[in-house]
């Protein structure tokens, strides 16, 4: 199993196992009688596709691959974007295009609430800027990946340490993709390092899920106070 980098079709069983624990963590039932359960699905099940990325993308900065990233995530997030505060503004009897707009464009939780009456699409912007920083990363020279990962972890460092209400106005929801990038290029090196060629993946996508849970489970105040809830 073990290269560089995931294949396309191995970074599927990944996300198969994650699309799984979102339907769970959004099974009202499951929120009424387990209330702790929930709450533990919900504290990372999303945010680990973020983290996937790391382990199979191998794209570098360029126009090409930004252009295509634009149209895979950012035509689909500004659709459902749309059709959201249309409805919503309809509802609610209120029309502002202005912040429909910035929050658009900020893509944070808070922000997209108040224009859809959805949190959900922060995911988009946040991914988008994970993919960003990746390609950014893939480009770079070794000497200069080191002071980029340096700057990345100062970010990992500070980030926690402002107020959620400053955070919800940094662009593509950056603040997320920056503290998760330290954590991203850790899980690669670990893959990329140990051979996994005599296990199947699926044992690794569990322990994947298990790693998650230990770093991003409802007590870690440092991730509770950063992602969107």
Known sequence: MNSNHLTFEQSNRFKGLLILLIVFGHISQLLEQYGSLHATLYSFHVVSFLLLPFLFNKDILNYKNIKKNIKRIYVPYTVFFL?????????????????????????????????????????????????????????????????????????????????????????LSSYIAIYLFVIGIIVQYIYKNFNYTNYPTWLYTILFIVLLFLAYGSNFSLASAIFPN
């Open 83 to 171: 059709l959201s505060f249309l409805i919503y503004s309809i509802l609610e009897q209120q029309f502002n295009p202005q912040s429909a707009i910035i929050g658009w464009f900020i893509g944070s939780s808070a922000l997209l609430k108040i224009d859809t009456g959805l949190r959900v699409f922060w995911f988009f912007p946040a991914f988008m800027f994970t993919l960003i920083l990746i390609m950014l990363f893939n480009t770079l020279a070794e000497n200069k990946k080191k002071i980029f990962f340096l700057l990345m972890f100062l970010g990992h460092i500070l980030i926690p340490l402002i107020p959620k209400v400053y955070l919800f106005y940094f662009p």
